[in-house]
Structures are given as C-alpha cells and as structure tokens.
T-cell receptor
Framework: TQLLEQSPQFLSIQEGENLTVYCNSS?????LQWYRQEPGEGPVLLVT?????EVKKLKRLTFQFGDARKDSSLHITAAQPGDTGLYLC???????????FGTGTRLKVLA | SAVISQKPSRDICQRGTSLTIQCQVD?????MFWYRQQPGQSLTLIAT?????????ESGFVIDKFPISRPNLTFSTLTVSNMSPEDSSIYLC???????????FGSGTQLSVL
C-alpha cells in the first residue's frame, strides 16, 4: 500500500505567522498535487508539482517537490484567517492514474 | 476545468436501505473516481468508474456493497447498499483528464445512517 503521510496533522497559529506542511512517502510519484478543502465542499486544486526539485509559488504559498519525487512541502508566509482549511497532498503512483490522498493537515489561522 | 454537480448533497437513511448518489460533469472526462471521507479525515478511494465497463475497486470495497455505473463520459452513480451506521460518511465524486494531473470534485454527499 502506497501511503502519503502528512505532518503536522493539526496546526493552529496566529495571523501573520509562517508555517510549513510536509507530505512524505516511500514511493516515487510522477507528480504530486496540493488541495485545500473547506467544510461542505470538495477539495480544490492549488498546484501540481512535476519535476524533482521543482519550486512553485502561488502568492504567499510556496510548494516544493523533493529531488527524489517522494516528498513535497507547502510553506505559507504570513498566514491569514482565509488560509484556514484542510490541506491535502495527493498523487498517482507512477504508471497509474489512480490518485491517493495524504493523511491531511488541518490548519486554523486565528485573527 | 470541469464543474461537477453531485446529488443529493445530504441524506439521512435507515439501516438496511440503499442510496444512489449521482454525479454529473459539465464536460466529457476520461477519468471519474468515487472517494469516501470520514469526518475530519482524509479521502479514501473507493473505486475508479470506467465508462462502459465494470468499475475498478480498491482493497476493502466490493461491487455488491458499492455498485457503480458510468454509462457515458459525463455521468456516474454510486450506490451504497444495505446501509449500516458505519457507512455514515461524506461521499465525493471526482473527475479528471488523463495526463492533466488534476482532479475536480463535487461538493460531496453527506450520508447519515440511523
């Protein structure tokens, strides 16, 4: 079974703080995706990272794909209450289109 | 992008009954998947809905319990059969295009079984 382990599981921080969420696996993925989910909604794609070592920025969010394509990180700078939600990494193991999801990180940003 | 309509959005059902969840995509997609999400948890893949053929189920999920249909490239249904309280969960439909490495999701169906 290929697993995507995320850490931390829960995170509660003050507005303006920085944070990093990690997504780790023992398997190689052709790409990894990050989603954010809010209550009552389905996950919404934030970014896809494809190349080992790749760094992508989306406003205050920075995503990195590990060199070996087994792990990824999401860094949020100056977090805002609107960043609150469940963050999920996901990937399709090499050779498949079957997406599995990480264990999730629930973020709460306090005003 | 794809917009996915899923219904019902929520339902409360009696033990032993069955519920069929519908998923409609506003454009043709190559891939459709069904996921289950327990409260506060991540998503677990139930099955891949294959157009014109039997769905491909993940370990722990069987066709008799979760029959799936996909008659065309824009529509799929998931039935939760002979429900028990353990089936109470959020069921999510998702869709994507092969090679595009992104999934779109419906808003989910929140199922409560009494």
């Amino acid at each position: 079974t290929q697993l995507l382990e995320q850490s931390p599981q829960f995170l509660s921080i003050q507005e303006g703080e920085n944070l990093t969420v990690y997504c780790n696996s023992s398997s190689v993925f052709s790409s990894l995706q990050w989603y954010r989910q809010e209550p009552g909604e389905g996950p919404v794609l934030l970014v896809t990272v494809v190349t080992g070592g790749e760094v992508k920025k989306l406003k205050r969010l920075t995503f990195q794909f590990g060199d070996a394509r087994k792990d990824s990180s999401l860094h949020i700078t100056a977090a805002q209450p609107g960043d609150t939600g469940l963050y999920l990494c996901a990937g399709a193991p090499s050779g498949t289109y079957k997406y599995i999801f990480g264990t999730g990180t629930r973020l709460k940003v306090l005003a | 992008s794809a917009v996915i309509s899923q219904k019902p959005s929520r339902d409360i059902c009696q033990r032993g009954t069955s519920l069929t969840i519908q998923c409609q995509v506003d454009s043709q997609v190559t891939m459709m998947f069904w996921y289950r999400q327990q409260p506060g948890q991540s998503l677990t893949l139930i099955a891949t809905a294959n157009q014109g053929s039997e769905a491909t189920y993940e370990s722990g999920f069987v066709i008799d319990k979760f029959p799936i249909s996909r008659p065309n490239l824009t529509f799929s249904t998931l039935t939760v059969s002979n429900m028990s309280p353990e089936d109470s969960s959020i069921y999510l439909c998702s869709a994507g295009q092969g090679g595009e490495e992104k999934l779109f999701f419906g808003s989910g169906t929140q199922l409560s079984v009494l």
